[in-house]
């Protein structure tokens, strides 16, 4: 048995994202944090974030928050609760205003303002045309935002727990008393004993075969809280980008539509005209993603194979403008400056040079618009009622707050992440000095350390990767774009099968401590299969159609039925669905035209 | 990293580029240098000292042995000062650093074009030497005696 | 201390700051400097002494009618003045590189310091006070008792 | 196509002497990274292998490892560039960076690369009051490009390990950090470029770099790092930021 060690701080953030680092921040300012992270901070997935962060600064055309409201709301099919939208986008003007005053390297307008371009869903409301609304640092908005909190967290000192793997939270009753990690250097478990526990862990894109995200990202967060009680909201809603680089799923940013990018199917169609009109290939996400797949199936694409191209050569792009009789044209100059990692992506992995030829592309598993549920503070909520479980937070993609409804618009996690990882940080700051520090259960770790155990010991027939990959083909091919009744029982027998060979026919190679990733990745292929099976569950309960979650079983949104939020727990192995009404404030749900 | 040893080791395996090498290159050929430099400089001021002494250290110069030295002499001052310009150039030219793979197969080039016509000059020189000592019945490796100088 | 210094003419802010210079500055422009100095004494030298003349035919003879002229003997003191310089401050660069003991490595700059002024000092006065006419004469009684 | 894989392998808790793990790959596309043949190790072959990596397309900065002999990211890296076209064969060998202490197969102690990257004070700082209006502080796009390039850096420390400077003394900041001070130094909005110059001039500052740009080409995000190691010489030697 390896050694347990204690520490205490006021609060601990568990996640060294956008999300965690900014509550970090601001948490510090009054209190002791320890930020306990499974990578480096700089390492974390935030820093992957391509195109952009919006916020209505209306620096070079009229804008204004209302419309980045609208717009989001009507993003996520009218799913989203109004009241958290608005705080989401009016806060977006001022948290991207201190990222600036934080150093953070935006581009900028030759009047010396922050440079701000086009993003899919983003429109003025008035005219419906696209308004320059992302605010970017060339395609590497996310990498500068990631960087600068790090930076400001350096500044100030910050306390951090690099490559401690948090594997287990310490609930007490309706309370938190912290966290239980391991550190991945030495495989001894430490016990991060605290008033307040907030989760920034990220997403789970890994439970499918072809995503946007890293392999780090397994949903740890997500399903440590679902496995101590914590429900999970609106799990069916999972992102699929429409443009993946073609079985790499490595993300083609939005922003080359922004830029004026393309998409063409085999025939040579910009097949976006038939699906999305007015806004055509800057349509919302879901939109286009199911307009890709949609082609695919009909044995539109590229060559028949399962891609269509993104083309943003200046020579399509400039015939399109001209086209539309917009004045604006394009350089290779422009891609180079503008989209300059994309470019490298393209040519490093595809050998293809974006300014000569086309992109492979096809959708890809992005973004989880569910999990831990939580209000406008960030506190996480113990059931649908809107109970809330004392000192336990959450924010960024591990969150649910819902400000992205049934499907995120592009941009606006990166906002998602500053706004509501302060909020969190602040009301952390707040009120963490009024709490009281609950002791410790007995035996806290206890648990955690037999599964460790049994996972290190057991000598089962199968390796964690071959479970994985069965988990990741179900996903993809029944739980993915489009979905079904029949799919999605499928998956749910699967999963089943899956879990159980997990917990009684697994074996590792490591049973070493040190730097035990074979243990610690076996480890979390359990949080994707709690996962996975959480989203085929609610997914199949939603019968309805509606932003990310396609049924062609109930291929309409049914307003009547389903417009409320999804809740779901676990209770002696039984899935329990609950379900919470959205709140509507100024947008009445209308159909959803693009 | 703790050890000479393994430093040296490790810089010879290193896969580098063009740059990897030069610096190589210039490293070794500048200790190369130096060394003959103090040697060269303590028995130049023998010419004032001990004239016979520096006559001889002369006359020693003149032996095959040494004269290969010479040759390489000349290898090691070329490309470090070649090397050398190159590397204050762009030092206070960093827009130039696009062309710091050009530069370095440049001043490889550049010695090779001027170290090649003068070291098989000096190498011709240094064969006729030989033609000249075996002419006397010396061998080429024959060193002359010192004492015959002091005396 | 910042300043704008202007933003007109190159369209960018640059700005004068003040900062601490410390040896190693110096050592490094010297280095860059005397490097450039190098390429026309050094290689002018090899040019001379081993091309040139070749090696085979340099003799104290040779030396001495050089030496004939103050203006070689100044090119020889500079040549020798920068050369000893900059290659023992290269080799200290070198050591530093490999030896990371702070004490050390102090003592080896002082000893390549004392060294370097030492072996200038020593050669200086080998080529300031050289005589030709003595070495010719002494040129002269070492052929004759060389028998050659 | 068929692959020879040869991996530095060492593990304490089984003897402290590293060792050469040779694997063979079969059914290896030219297209695969390296990143995924260590996976595959990994997974299919032996699970004890570590190694760190994340978002496997090289934003990370997770997987800098010394591959054939060079600095690289292994999620950047294809099989293709160790195989001639055509050819169906490739050798490929995998080695911890080099210059900080290994601690389990191809996982070094970043500690001390971090300590560098700290000591250059790495972040903004600007004590004059935000401006009144609440909005951005004004940067002219001229010179919000002077240190474009340095905003590029994911910290992997692929440049840092392929430094002989660096090899030969660790107390070099190295050239990661150096690229860290560049990006505030020439930022116009920051106002402590001579506390970091003084930081970077120091005896184990940018005099320790001896041009062998080896940095510059390992640099997975193609910044050009010996070229603001020497624009931060410049401006030591002139005062002028
Ligand atoms: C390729 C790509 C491009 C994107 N582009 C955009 C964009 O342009 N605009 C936009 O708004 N959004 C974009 N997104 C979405 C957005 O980047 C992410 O949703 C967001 O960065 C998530 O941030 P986070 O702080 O929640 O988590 P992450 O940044 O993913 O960080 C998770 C953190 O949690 C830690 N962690 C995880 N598990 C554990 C554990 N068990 N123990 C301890 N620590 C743990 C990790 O170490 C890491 O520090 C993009 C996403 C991807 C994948
Ligand atoms: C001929 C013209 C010469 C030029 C242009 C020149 C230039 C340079 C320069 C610029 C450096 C600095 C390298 C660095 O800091 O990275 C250097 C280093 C050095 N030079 Fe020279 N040099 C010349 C002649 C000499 C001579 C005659 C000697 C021997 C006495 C010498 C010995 C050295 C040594 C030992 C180093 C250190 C090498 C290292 O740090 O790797 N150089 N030279
Ligand atoms: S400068 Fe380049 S090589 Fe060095 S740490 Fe940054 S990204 Fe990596
Ligand atoms: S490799 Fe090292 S020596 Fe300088 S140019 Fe790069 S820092
Ligand atoms: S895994 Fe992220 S850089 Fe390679």
Redesign the interface.
């Known amino acids: 048995m390896s050694q347990i060690h204690t520490h205490q701080h006021d609060a601990i953030i568990v996640g060294a994202g956008g999300a965690g680092l900014m509550a970090a921040l601001y948490a510090s300012k009054k209190s002791n944090v320890a930020v306990v992270s499974k990578l480096y901070p700089t390492r974390s997935h935030t820093g992957a974030a391509q195109g952009g962060i919006s916020a209505a600064l209306g620096n070079v055309e009229e804008d204004n928050w209302e419309w980045h409201a609208f717009d989001t709301v009507k993003g996520s099919d009218y799913l989203a609760d109004q009241d958290a939208v608005d705080v989401l986008c009016k806060e977006a003007i001022d948290a991207v205003i201190e990222l600036e005053h934080m150093g953070l390297p935006f581009d900028r307008f030759p009047n010396g303002k922050i440079s701000q371009r086009r993003f899919g869903g983003h429109t003025n409301n008035e005219t419906k045309k696209p308004v320059q609304r992302a605010c970017h640092a060339a395609d590497r908005t996310g990498h500068m935002i990631l960087q600068t909190l790090y930076q400001q967290c350096i500044k100030n000192k910050v306390n951090f727990f690099d490559e401690y793997h948090v594997v287990d939270l310490i609930r007490v009753g309706n309370a938190v008393a912290g966290v239980i990690a391991v550190d991945v250097a030495t495989g001894d478990f430490h016990i991060f004993h605290g008033k307040a526990v907030m989760f920034a862990t990220g997403g789970w894109g890994r439970c499918w075969e072809v995503t946007s995200n890293a392999h780090s990202l397994t949903g740890d967060g997500a399903a440590i809280c679902f496995r101590r009680g914590v429900p999970m909201e609106d799990m069916e809603f999972f992102q699929f980008h429409p443009t993946g680089i073609f079985k790499l799923g490595i993300l083609i940013t939005e922003g080359v539509r922004g830029e004026g990018g393309i998409l063409l199917n085999g025939k040579g169609e910009r097949f976006m005209e038939k699906y999305a009109p007015t806004i055509k290939d800057l349509a919302s996400r879901d939109v286009v993603s199911r307009a890709i797949f949609l082609e695919l199936r009909d044995g539109n694409g590229i060559n028949g194979q399962n891609y269509v191209h993104l083309d943003v050569t200046p020579k399509t792009v400039n015939k399109y403008f001209e086209l539309a009789g917009e004045s604006r044209r394009i350089t290779r100059e422009d891609i180079e400056q503008k989209l300059p990692d994309i470019a490298d992506f393209t040519r490093t992995y595809l050998g293809i040079d974006p300014v000569e030829e086309p992109m492979p592309i096809q959708p890809t598993a992005h973004y989880a618009m569910g999990g831990i549920p939580t209000d406008v503070d960030a506190r996480v909520l113990a059931d649908a009622q809107g109970n809330i479980i004392t000192g336990l937070y959450a924010a960024g993609e591990v969150a649910c707050v819902s400000v992205h409804g049934a499907n995120r618009l592009g941009t606006n996690s990166l906002v998602d992440l500053v706004v509501f990882g302060r909020r969190a940080g602040m009301h952390i700051a707040e009120n963490v000095p009024h709490m009281e520090l609950l002791p410790l259960p007995k035996d806290a770790a206890a648990s955690v350390i037999t599964e460790f155990e049994r996972l290190r010991t057991s000598k089962g027939k199968h390796k964690p990767y071959q479970l994985r990959q069965r988990m990741q083909k179900t996903m993809t091919d029944n739980v993915g774009v489009f979905r079904t009744e029949e799919s999605m029982n499928a998956a749910l027998a699967e999963l089943k099968q899956l879990r159980e060979e997990y917990m009684g026919n697994i074996t590792i190679d490591d049973k070493g401590r040190i730097f035990n990733t074979d243990l610690l990745e076996a480890w979390e292929l359990g949080c994707l299969l709690e996962l996975a099976e959480v989203t085929a569950y609610a997914a199949r309960n939603r019968q309805e159609s509606r932003g990310g979650h396609a049924r062609e079983d109930y291929p309409n949104r049914d307003d009547e039925n389903w417009l409320k939020h999804s809740f779901c727990q676990k209770d002696d192995d039984q899935f329990r669905l609950d379900y919470k009404p959205v709140t509507i404030l100024r947008y009445q749900p209308k159909e959803r035209v693009y | 990293m703790s050890t000479l040893l393994l430093t040296v080791r490790e810089s010879m395996r290193y896969r580098g580029r063009s740059g990897h090498y030069s610096w190589l290159a210039h490293r070794i050929s500048g200790l190369a240098i130096l060394l003959f430099l103090v040697m060269h400089v303590w028995d130049t001021a023998n010419a004032h000292f001990y004239p016979a002494l520096y006559a001889w250290s002369l006359e020693l110069f003149k032996y095959p042995l040494f004269a290969v030295g010479e040759i390489g002499l000349m290898a090691a001052v070329l490309y470090h000062a070649f090397n050398g310009i190159r590397i204050t150039l762009l030092d206070f030219k960093p827009e130039w650093w696009k062309h710091q793979e050009k530069s370095a197969t440049i001043s490889w080039g550049l010695f090779f074009i001027i170290f090649t016509p003068i070291g098989l000059y000096m190498f011709i020189e240094l064969i006729a030497r030989c033609n000249e000592l075996a002419a006397h019945g010396n061998t080429c490796w024959t060193i002359p005696s010192l004492a015959s100088y002091l005396r | 201390m910042t300043t704008v210094i202007g933003t007109a003419k190159r369209k960018v802010t640059i700005r004068q700051v003040q900062i601490q210079a410390n040896s190693e500055r110096y050592a490094y422009l010297f280095m860059r400097m005397s490097g450039v100095a190098l390429l026309v004494l050094a290689v002018g030298h090899m040019l001379i002494q081993h091309v040139l003349n070749s090696s085979g035919n340099l003799t104290l003879l040779f030396v001495a009618d050089q030496w004939n002229s103050w203006g070689w003997r100044a090119y020889d003191m500079f040549l020798l003045a920068f050369a000893v310089a900059h290659g023992l401050n290269g080799l200290r660069n070198v050591l530093e590189d490999y030896i990371h003991n702070p004490n050390t490595t102090k003592w080896i700059s002082r000893f390549l310091v004392a060294f370097g002024i030492i072996t200038i000092i020593w050669a200086g006065i080998g080529i300031a006070s050289f005589d030709s006419e003595a070495a010719r004469a002494a040129q002269e009684a070492l052929r004759q008792s060389l028998g050659q | 196509m068929q692959v020879q894989l040869r991996i530095r392998r060492y593990?304490?808790?089984?003897s402290n002497k590293p060792w050469w793990g040779d694997y063979t790959l079969q059914n290896v596309n030219r297209?695969d990274?390296v990143l995924d043949l260590l996976h595959r190790v990994?997974?299919?072959i032996?699970?004890?292998l570590?190694?760190?990596?994340?978002?496997?397309?090289?934003?990370?900065?997770?997987d800098a490892m010394?591959i054939?002999?060079?600095n690289v990211l292994a999620c950047?890296t294809?099989v293709s560039s160790f195989s001639r076209e055509g050819s169906n064969q490739a050798k490929i060998q995998v080695e911890p960076i080099?210059?900080l202490p290994v601690?389990?197969?191809l996982?070094v102690n970043?500690e001390p690369f971090?300590e560098h990257y700290?000591s250059v004070?790495?972040?903004?700082?600007?004590n004059d009051p935000?401006p009144a209006d609440?909005?951005?502080?004004?940067?002219?796009?001229?010179?919000?490009a002077?240190?474009?390039d340095t905003?590029?850096c994911?910290?992997c420390a692929a440049c840092t390990t392929?430094c002989?400077?660096f090899?030969?003394?660790?107390?070099y900041v190295g050239p990661a950090a150096i690229v860290q001070a560049h990006?505030?130094i020439f930022?116009?909005?920051?106002?402590a470029?001579?506390e970091r110059?003084?930081v970077v001039?120091?005896?184990f500052?940018v005099?320790?770099c001896?041009?062998?740009?080896?940095c510059?080409?390992a640099c997975p995000r193609?910044i050009?790092v010996?070229?603001a190691i020497?624009?931060v010489?410049?401006?030591?030697?002139t005062?002028?930021?």
């Open positions: 593990n304490p808790e089984q297209t990274t990994k997974w299919e032996d699970g004890t570590a190694l760190r990596r994340s978002c496997a397309h090289g934003v990370c900065g997770s010394r054939n002999g060079a950047k294809l080099l210059g601690q389990k197969d996982i970043m971090f700290r004070l790495p972040y903004m700082i600007n935000a609440g909005r951005e502080r004004l940067q002219s796009p001229e010179d919000r002077r240190f474009d905003t590029k994911i910290l392929s002989p400077s090899w030969a003394n660790d107390k990006r505030f930022d116009s909005r920051d106002q470029p001579a110059l003084q001039g120091d005896t500052g005099w320790r001896r041009t062998a740009f080896n510059t080409n193609e050009e010996t070229k020497a624009e010489k410049i401006a030591l030697a005062g002028e930021v």
